[in-house]
């Protein structure tokens, strides 16, 4: 059974920092391109950063030069890094294969708040 689990997140003020982290089983992790999305109140789930088996990267431009995702194989863990927090980033925030598999559930996410 596959599972993913979110973790990290949290209130920060605008302009802080926090890190995500999320571990993946039940799936060969290595092999997978890894991705954070985030759903905010009222809006579509979207991908803000990803990372393929490889290691590259691609972010959307709204988090482009704030954030960054990062994997460790051994650990079945991929990481997001977010500096410069702005109100705007305030969402719940998952992560997934990219692109998703039907088969693989969506874990529960964590809260991003972003306020002062």
């Known amino acids: 059974q596959v599972q993913l689990v979110e973790s990290g997140g949290g209130l920060v003020q605008p302009g802080g920092s926090l890190r995500l982290f999320c571990a993946a089983s039940?799936?060969?992790?290595?092999?997978?391109?890894m991705g954070w999305y985030r759903q905010a109140p009222g809006k579509e789930r979207e991908l803000v950063a990803r990372?393929?088996?490889?290691?590259?990267?691609i972010y959307a431009d709204s988090v482009k030069g704030r954030f960054t995702i990062s994997r460790d194989n051994a650990k079945s863990t991929v990481y997001l890094q977010m500096n410069s927090l702005k109100p705007e980033d305030t969402a719940v925030y998952y992560c997934?294969?990219?692109?998703?598999?039907?088969?693989?559930?969506w874990g529960q996410g964590t809260q991003v708040t972003v306020s002062s």
């Open positions: 039940g799936i060969i992790f290595r092999f997978n391109g």
């Open positions: 990372i393929t088996s490889g290691g590259s990267t």
């Open positions: 997934n294969t990219v692109p998703t598999i039907p088969a693989i559930s």
